[in-house]
C-alpha cells in the first residue's frame, strides 16, 4: 500500500481555548526502525491535551507538536527490527503526543494488542489511564490486596481505570466525586463508597468510613489545595500519589504528622518516562490487566465520541466537567 506524503492533524497553532484546535496539514510521520505506524481509527482525550493546548504542557523533545496521548487503529508498517507485530494487526498504544492524526508511529515498546471483543474506539480510550494508573498504584503507591485506596476524581478517566483496577485486585476503594449522580456512577464501577467533596469533608468521610484507621494510598489529582487533608486521611504507612494539581502545587506539609504516621509522598508524570520504562508497564498490562477486560471483570467507560475535525467540541465537553470517564475522538470508521 502506498501512503500519502501528508496527513490531517489536529493542532492549536497558537495556544488558546478550544476553538484553537483547527485540521492541518502534516508530513506524514517518519519510522524508526524500532516504531510501528498506526492508521488511526481513534484517539482518547485526556486532561493533559487541555494543558497542552493552552500552552502550560509543552511535548517532551522528539514528540509531535499535535496533541493526543493515545490511540487505536491497525498496524501498515513497521521498522526493521520490528518482528513481534506486522500489518493489519489491530492495536492501541500509549504515545507522547501526536495522537490526534490521521497516522502516528510509535515505539513498538507502547503498543499493545486491542482486547478480545473491544472496538477501537474502546481500545483508545484505555492506555492513557491504564499506563498511569498501574504505574502509580502498584509501583509507587505499593497498593496490596485488602488495602483501602481513596480515589479523587473517581468520574474521571483516570479514576474511573483506578476504581475498577484496584477493585478487581482486592482492595476496597472510596472515590471522591463533583455530585452525587457521578457519586453513584462510581459505586456502579466497583468503589465500596463514593464522597460528594462539594457537600461532605472528604477527611471526616474517610475517618467515619474506616473507623478512624484512615486508608493506606490516596491516588491524588487535586494536588496543594488537598495536601494538609490528604495526609490527615491517611493511614499509618500511607501513600500518596499525586498524579495531577489542578488545585495547585503548593500547600502546607505538616511534616510531624509524616514522622507519626510513617508516610510516604510521591508522584510521578507518564509522559516524559523513558520508553523502556513505558515497555515495562506495557508487558505489565498486557500480562495481568488486558485478560481483565477479556473475561469482563473490566470495562471500558467512553462517555462520549466526537470526529476528529470537532476536538475543540470535544475539548469544551471535557472542561464543562458533564463528562464521566473517557472522551474519545473517531479519526476513520472501524472497517467491518
Ligand atoms: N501524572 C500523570 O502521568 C497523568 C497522566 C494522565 C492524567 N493525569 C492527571 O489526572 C487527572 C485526570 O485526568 P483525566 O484525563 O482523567 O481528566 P478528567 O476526566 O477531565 O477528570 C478530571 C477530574 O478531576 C476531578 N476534580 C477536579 N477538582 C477536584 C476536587 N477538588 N476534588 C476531587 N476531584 C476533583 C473532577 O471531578 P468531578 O468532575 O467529579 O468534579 C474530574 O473527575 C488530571 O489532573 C490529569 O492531569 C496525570
Not at 176 to 198: M, N, P, Q, V
Request: with cysteine; aromatic share 6%.
Amino acid at each position: 500500500m502506498s501512503l500519502s506524503r501528508t496527513m490531517k492533524v489536529v493542532d492549536a497553532l497558537e495556544p488558546g481555548g478550544p476553538e484553537a484546535l483547527v485540521v492541518v496539514e502534516r508530513p506524514m510521520p517518519d519510522v524508526g526502525s524500532r516504531d510501528v505506524l498506526i492508521e488511526v481509527a481513534a484517539a482518547g482525550v485526556n486532561r493533559p491535551d487541555i494543558l497542552q493546548r493552552r500552552g502550560r504542557y509543552p511535548p517532551p523533545p522528539g514528540a509531535p507538536a499535535h496533541p493526543g496521548l493515545e490511540v487505536a487503529g491497525v498496524v501498515v508498517a513497521v521498522g526493521a527490527e520490528v518482528d513481534t507485530l506486522r500489518s493489519g494487526d489491530r492495536v492501541c498504544a500509549l504515545l507522547a503526543g501526536g495522537g490526534y492524526a490521521e497516522y502516528c508511529a510509535v515505539p513498538v515498546e507502547q503498543v499493545l494488542p486491542v482486547p478480545a471483543g473491544l472496538s477501537l474506539v474502546e481500545a483508545a480510550s484505555l492506555p492513557e489511564a491504564y499506563f498511569t494508573v498501574w504505574s502509580n498504584l502498584y509501583g509507587a503507591g505499593r497498593l496490596a490486596a485488602g488495602e483501602w485506596l481513596l480515589v479523587h476524581g473517581g468520574a474521571s478517566g483516570i479514576g474511573t481505570a483506578a476504581i475498577q483496577l484496584a477493585r478487581a485486585r482486592g482492595s476496597v476503594v472510596i472515590a471522591t466525586a463533583g455530585s452525587a449522580e457521578k457519586g453513584r456512577f462510581c459505586r456502579a464501577l466497583g468503589a465500596a463508597h463514593a464522597i460528594d467533596y462539594r457537600t461532605e469533608d472528604f477527611v471526616a468521610a474517610v475517618a467515619r468510613l474506616t473507623d478512624g484507621r484512615g486508608v493506606d494510598v490516596i491516588l491524588d489529582m487535586v494536588g496543594g489545595a488537598y495536601l494538609p487533608r490528604n495526609l490527615e486521611a491517611l493511614a499509618m504507612d500511607g501513600r500518596l500519589v499525586t498524579i495531577g494539581i489542578q488545585g495547585g502545587a503548593a500547600g502546607t506539609l505538616d511534616l510531624w504528622r509524616v514522622m507519626r504516621r510513617r508516610l510516604t509522598l510521591t508522584g510521578s508524570l507518564l509522559r516524559p518516562r523513558s520508553v523502556e520504562f513505558k515497555g515495562a508497564v506495557r508487558a505489565q498490562l498486557e500480562q495481568h490487566v488486558w485478560p481483565l477486560f477479556e473475561n469482563g471483570t473490566l470495562r471500558t467507560v467512553v462517555d462520549k465520541v466526537f470526529p476528529l475535525a470537532q476536538a475543540a467540541a470535544a475539548h469544551a465537553y471535557m472542561e464543562s466537567g458533564a463528562h464521566r470517564g473517557k472522551i474519545v475522538l473517531v479519526v476513520r470508521d472501524e472497517k467491518g
